[in-house]
């Protein structure tokens, strides 16, 4: 078998009844089980089974299954040790199997694919950013693109970071290592379901007609009855982005205020998280968003004065989100007129260099990545109209979305550098390398680059041990590279 990038591991377990994991397994080991017939008496039993309940028995004792997404000390969320930066996607109940896996097998972005348990459906496996903070959203992202794509559904319960994936047996399995790094980010808009069952605190009377007083009257009420409205790590995302959409800087005090009530509360975390919701927001998630989720949690907001709606505004000038947005939604558009494919238009290392250069003129939109003459002669003053024309244009997308940029090369060489020290150092004392720093700390670390030692301690995952044992020799790496 031909060997591929090895870095990805995740915890293995006997079954689906198992909590705690059996052992680690890697991306060869797991590609060499189910292309090469290890389970394959166990799969043939359970395609020719009927019964749905005893298929349902077999997939759940018969079949060992791998935490895709991450290293596991028990499987839940909270059991996490190390994310993967890999995607599960369940493509299930197929009735034109072989062309949606050709064009599965076709898309940049597939890194693994193969043939269910269950002989109906495709598990793929994808590339993502390597953190448990933005699983949610690249989940969101990708089940987006395959829709917008390919009109292809998949199962939402794979956003779950925690979710087993089955191992199964297909001689076809399909491999690209070569694939590429998923980079986009999104949060749908909320869609209204019933109130929970919460206590109604209210209604709560707002004579302001400044969306500062309604944030100061929902958190006011949050600390009276110590209510904690981001109970769920999608609820305090939007939160946050809600709070820099409105407030921006000032929303920070206001996120602590509302945040604080949840038992994993940390100031630190907190504060962490709203210099990446701001730093990222493109201004979808508005005060709406807020007052959504205070009534989904008992707070009613009653206007004694009469609130005015935001026009839309003439821009002169797109910001990158907004800029993001638009060309998004043209090259979708275009893709349902031909019925093709919306990368056909112009795929995202395109889109991320028609936003980052900006052409004026046919011939700058030629030296754009993808953009050969013959798109230009078709589509050019198209593009050049969307990127220097913008019309009376509501300026705020409906949807949160965010394309996470490519590093830097210096910083692409100090975490591989920083990588390799923490791999000879694992294997002199015969441990885990995320037992000595994860790979979260090493991405903060190349993001912070600190001057001295004690500055590692505000890192999530480092301790005053860590960095007695080990700051020193992480100095001495960065220094090297002179930064």
Not at 5 to 28: G, H, M, T
Not at 229 to 250: A, Q
Not at 403 to 409: A, R, S, V, W
Request: glycine content about 4%.
């Amino acid at each position: 078998m031909q060997l591929i990038n090895s870095d990805f591991s995740f915890s293995l377990f006997k079954n689906l009844y198992q909590k705690i994991p059996q052992e680690e397994c890697d991306i060869n080991q797991l590609i060499e089980i189910i292309k090469y017939g290890y389970l394959k008496n166990e799969i043939t039993q359970l395609r020719n089974t009927k019964d749905k309940s005893e298929r349902n028995k077999l997939k759940t004792s018969k079949l060992p299954c791998v935490t895709l997404s991450g290293i596991f000390k028990e499987r839940n969320a909270k059991g996490i040790i190390e994310h993967t930066g890999l995607l599960q996607i369940d493509i299930d109940d197929i009735t034109n199997y072989d062309e949606v896996f050709n064009q599965v097998k076709q898309d940049e972005y597939t890194y693994v694919a193969f043939k269910s348990p269950s002989g109906n459906g495709i598990k793929v496996i994808v590339k993502i950013n390597k953190s448990e903070e933005t699983h949610l959203e690249q989940f969101y992202a990708f089940e987006k693109y395959y829709k917008e794509e390919y009109n292809i559904t998949i199962d939402k319960a794979c956003k779950d970071i925690s979710r087993c994936m089955l191992l199964s047996y297909d001689e076809n399995l399909f491999c690209n290592p070569f694939s590429e790094v998923y980079p986009e980010l999104h949060l749908p808009e909320v869609k209204e379901v019933a109130i929970k069952e919460y206590k109604v605190h209210g209604p709560i009377h707002v004579t302001g007609n400044k969306e500062v007083d309604v944030v100061e009257a929902i958190a006011k009420e949050v600390e009276n009855n110590s209510l904690d409205i981001t109970s769920t790590y999608e609820e305090w995302l939007r939160v946050g982005f809600s709070l820099s959409s409105v407030l921006g800087e000032y929303g920070r005090e206001y996120y602590h205020r509302l945040s604080k009530y949840n038992t994993n509360y940390t100031y630190q975390e907190t504060d962490k998280k709203f210099n990446v919701l701001y730093s990222r927001n493109n201004g979808a998630i508005g005060l709406g968003t807020l007052i959504y989720i205070a009534k989904q949690h008992g707070i009613q907001i009653k206007y004694t004065t009469k609130q005015q709606p935001t026009k839309a505004k003439k821009i002169t000038q797109l910001t990158d989100a907004q800029l993001e947005y638009i060309l998004k939604e043209e090259r979708l558009q275009w893709s349902r007129e031909h019925n093709a494919p919306a990368y056909r238009m112009f795929n995202d290392k395109s889109l991320a260099d028609l936003i980052a250069k900006r052409p004026k003129t046919k011939n700058e939109l030629e030296n754009v990545f993808g953009i050969g003459s013959k798109k230009v002669e078709d589509i050019g003053e198209l593009i050049l109209n969307l990127i220097n024309d913008p019309k009376e244009i509501d300026s705020v997308p409906k949807t949160q979305s965010y394309t996470l940029p490519k590093p830097k090369e210096e910083d692409v060489k100090l975490i591989k550098a920083l990588k390799e020290w923490r791999f000879d150092l694992s294997i002199k004392k015969g441990i885990k390398p995320f037992w000595i720093l994860r790979n979260s700390s090493l991405q903060d670390i190349v993001a912070m680059k600190p001057s001295e030692p004690n500055q590692l301690l505000s890192i999530k995952g480092i301790s005053t041990k860590t960095v007695e044992n080990y700051g020193e020799e992480i100095m001495k790496i960065i220094s090297e590279f002179n930064l």
